[in-house]
């Protein structure tokens, strides 16, 4: 799998702020990445040097083999930056396509795909209309459907469901998972579980460090850990649950919730989970294989 | 730079103002200024200035001010819009191009634009717009003053075109650095009416302390070249100016674009 995005030791310094501090990772092609931290983590600084907007005090980051801000990229990577806004002064379709004709598209071919991307976002009845004259949401959307202009590779999503209502967020994510394995995908956003569903690598940012990089996700959690959240957890249960054979480990992290760490062995222990649940007349919410996204980065 | 992009950018300027509604407002304002001097100063001082009576004292005054050449045109009122238009449009400018980029830059805007095309592209395709918005400007004037004059006396069309062509180039050079200037200003201030401040500082405490310098101390003399339409007077008489009248606003044009240039290549958006 070939490398689109390569970050070494990267700082950026803002005054006597250490935003980001010898951040390193790699970012191959096709991967849906999300990037994850705390509030002031170095989120949106990480994601505007990669975009060129701003300059890395150290270090070196290469995307698609060019400079960040390289006008080899234009096209190539599109992004969602966090608060940025279109001109209210003029129509939402009149700026999609000088933003498509600046990627190179004629006119006709500009307009087109315009059309195409507001489809995408479900604001085609809007094009004519002034992006001050739109709510925040759609404001938002049509943000969205600029970064899908013409073919990018790389597409970077900061914060693009917040704000959103839950369909539309729904609709957004639908979109991502549809477009995944043609384009690469960076997305930060504080909803945990969105970034679950979508994503297959995991940055995790804290007080501008990399934490931790986690690739494959799933498949690398998936067969040892399954998370499981219970009506009227009581220690009874928690108890029968940890007699089960290959149980290793047994870890409340919610009031309602279990990770349950076991051995593999020839019997699955999902099925024996299953059938422990049913013999008991329990009832279960949400059975996960694996531990989730939540759990691995602040439950230990 | 890809001219195709900075074309592109040079073209949307023009929208912003001859397709919305906000810029045919500014159009009307202007245009209706312009009809109140072209009505009023202007058409009131043609025959004054024309007039058998006070064609001596008024070429003595002239005279006097170097504008000798200009009295004694046939087309007089050329030569009265030629000397308003050279005082008030560069004024003007400093007004009708005061955000460039800066309203975008706050906005957030610019980060679409970088996405797709370098910073140098997008400062001088807008600084290309607002050039072509003032030709228009200056253009639409030059013919309306044109029509009037022809409107007394219809036989000066022949040498009343190509010194209408000259005007609008000279008025339109004369106005390249001071559009130049709203371009650098952008990148250092937060909105467009801070420009606006910043560029009234420049031309009355800067441009003072500049003319101060140079009076006191002649080795400081050539600071005088950095202030936007220091060739005005040049200019004004209309005979024998100097090649640097017309190289200076081009020469300030360069550096304040090149200035700007190195400024927003190094800034964070």
Redesign the interface.
Request: hydrophobic content about 25%; aromatic content about 8%; cysteine-free.
């Given at each position: 799998m070939s490398t689109v995005i390569e970050v070494t030791s990267l700082s950026k310094t803002f005054g006597t702020k250490q935003a980001l501090n010898n951040v390193t990772f790699t970012i191959n092609k096709g991967s849906t990445v999300a990037l994850v931290g705390p509030n002031g983590a170095g989120k949106t600084t990480l994601f505007s040097i990669i975009c060129g907007y701003l300059k890395p005090t150290n270090g070196s980051i290469s995307v698609l083999g060019h400079n960040p801000g390289d006008a080899n990229l234009f096209g190539k990577i599109s992004a969602l930056p966090q608060d940025a806004q279109l001109d209210p002064k003029f129509s939402v379709a009149k700026q999609l396509s000088f933003f498509a004709q600046l990627q190179g598209m004629s006119r006709k071919a500009a307009e087109a795909d315009t059309q195409r991307v507001l489809e995408l976002v479900d604001l085609a009845h809007v094009a004519n209309s002034k992006t001050g004259e739109l709510s925040h949401g759609m404001r938002k959307r049509v943000c969205i459907a600029q970064a899908l202009l013409g073919s990018p590779q790389i597409v970077l999503l900061d914060e693009a469901t917040a704000g959103l209502d839950p369909k539309n967020a729904k609709a957004i994510r639908n979109l991502i998972a549809s477009l995944q394995g043609d384009m690469t995908f960076i997305l930060s956003s504080h909803d945990l579980s969105e970034l679950e569903r979508l994503c297959d690598t995991v940055l995790y940012l804290e007080q501008g460090q990399l934490s931790s990089h986690q690739s494959d996700l799933y498949q690398s959690e998936q067969g040892s850990f399954v998370t499981l959240q219970m009506l009227n957890l009581d220690t009874p249960m928690k108890d029968k649950i940890a007699e089960l054979s290959g149980v290793k480990n047994i870890k409340q992290t919610q009031s309602d919730e279990l990770v349950i760490e076991y051995a593999k062995q020839d019997e699955p222990f999902d099925l024996s989970l299953l059938t422990l649940i049913h013999e008991n007349s329990w009832t279960y919410k949400q059975l996960v294989n694996g531990r989730t996204l939540e759990n691995q980065l602040f439950v230990d | 730079m890809?001219f195709q992009?900075t074309w592109?950018f040079g073209q949307?300027e023009l929208?912003?103002l001859f397709a919305?509604k906000?810029g045919w407002l500014a159009i009307a304002a202007f245009f209706l200024v312009w009809l109140m001097v072209l009505r009023y100063p202007i058409y009131n001082a043609v025959p004054f200035i024309s007039s058998y009576e006070f064609s001596d004292i008024v070429g003595q005054v002239a005279g006097t001010v170097g504008l000798s050449a200009l009295i004694s045109w046939p087309e007089a009122e050329l030569a009265m819009f030629w000397l308003i238009g050279l005082f008030t449009f560069p004024m003007f400018t400093v007004f009708v191009t005061a955000d460039q980029t800066v309203e975008?830059r706050n906005?957030?805007?610019l980060?679409?634009?970088?996405?797709?095309?370098?910073?140098l592209e997008i400062l001088l395709g807008r600084f290309a717009g607002q050039v072509m918005i003032l030709a228009s400007l200056i253009a639409l004037v030059t013919v309306a003053t044109l029509a009037m004059m022809l409107y007394r006396d219809a036989s000066l069309i022949a040498s009343a075109l190509p010194k209408s062509i000259a005007i609008w180039g000279k008025l339109l050079l004369t106005c390249l650095p001071f559009i130049a200037l709203m371009s650098l200003l952008n990148l250092v201030t937060n909105s467009a009416r801070m420009s606006i401040v910043f560029s009234i500082l420049f031309f009355t405490i800067v441009a003072s302390v500049i003319s101060y310098l140079g009076a006191q101390y002649p080795m400081l003399d050539w600071l005088n070249y950095l202030i936007p339409g220091h060739q005005v007077t040049e200019l004004t008489g209309w005979r024998n100016t100097p090649v640097f009248a017309y190289l200076l606003p081009a020469c300030q044009t360069l550096v304040l674009l090149g200035t700007g240039h190195i400024l927003l290549k190094?800034r964070?958006?």
């Open positions: - | 890809n992009r592109l949307f929208t912003r919305t906000r975008d906005r957030g805007t980060r679409f634009l970088t996405m797709r095309s370098t910073r190094g964070d958006l």
